[in-house]
Nanobody, 126 residues
Framework: QVQLVESGGGVVQAGGSLRLSCAAS????????MGWFRQAPGAEREFVAGIDWSGGRTGYADSVKGRFTISRDNAKNTLYLHMSSLKPEDAAVYYCAARARYSSIIMSSESQYAYWGQGTQVTVAS
């Protein structure tokens, strides 16, 4: 089992920046890739960014390319999401997710991730 705990959410002005963190614990060795998803009120949860835990390969949703950066610190078992140039439409609950199965590409479907954090709220004030 893998446990994921997100932190770093909060209120930020449009155009501002925020960094989310996700601390992983438990069966860390089983993690093959991790990702960030988000869910706004009344909307479905959507893929934001993903990263290959070992190789550092990344993938992004078109809506965040060039503004968000996903990274990981294997020594700290921590995943990050650096968000800049935030827009009101970026406001959502952000979830960290992990998958154990290997894939040669970054998976963007939430069904491909077995482990989830509890989420952290990001509010963007216009």
């Amino acid at each position: 089992q893998v446990q994921l705990v997100e932190s770093g959410g909060g209120v930020v002005q449009a155009g501002g920046s925020l960094r989310l963190s996700c601390a992983a614990s438990g069966s860390i060795f089983s993690i093959n890739a991790m990702g960030w998803f988000r869910q706004a009120p009344g909307a479905e949860r959507e893929f934001v960014a993903g990263i290959d835990w070992s190789g550092g390969r990344t993938g992004y949703a078109d809506s965040v390319k060039g503004r968000f950066t996903i990274s990981r610190d294997n020594a700290k078992n921590t995943l990050y999401l650096h968000m800049s140039s935030l827009k009101p439409e970026d406001a959502a609950v952000y979830y960290c997710a992990a998958r154990a199965r290997y894939s040669s590409i970054i998976m963007s479907s939430e069904s491909q991730y077995a482990y989830w954090g509890q989420g952290t709220q990001v509010t963007v004030a216009s």
